[in-house]
């Protein structure tokens, strides 16, 4: 891997979600939903998530079990999120969005986030 500013960057951003999540996933919840509803936003979101993907990808483009391979796959779902934010109709991405926003998906979404986040900022800052 030629850079360590991705592992760097990504690890950093998904430790302190994660942890808002986890800690404030009673009022991330209802801002969800909202975002849900409004469809130019979610076009927004859609267009920079697939952009954001397709730059990870382009530079890390090796899916394997790797800090390379984990941001590999971190782009991929970003385009295949922001692909599917676009091209879905606004009611299938409000279902698709309701089905996912429940406290359990939080927890255990804001958890894995937390771990991956360590483990990418812990490598792109020479920690292991």
Known sequence: MGSLMLPQLLGLYFLIIGVIVVAR???????????AANRPLMLVIGLAELLAGLAIVITSARVAFSVEGAIALIGWILIIEGVLYVAM??????RFVKSFNKQ????????????LGAYLAGAGFGMF
Do not use: H, N
Not at 89 to 94: L, T
Not at 104 to 115: D, R
């Open 25 to 35: 996933r009673a009022s991330v919840m209802p801002a969800i939903s909202q975002l």
């Open 89 to 94: 109709p606004a009611k299938a991405v409000q």
């Open 104 to 115: 359990e998906w939080y927890v255990s979404g804001g958890l894995v986030s937390i771990v």
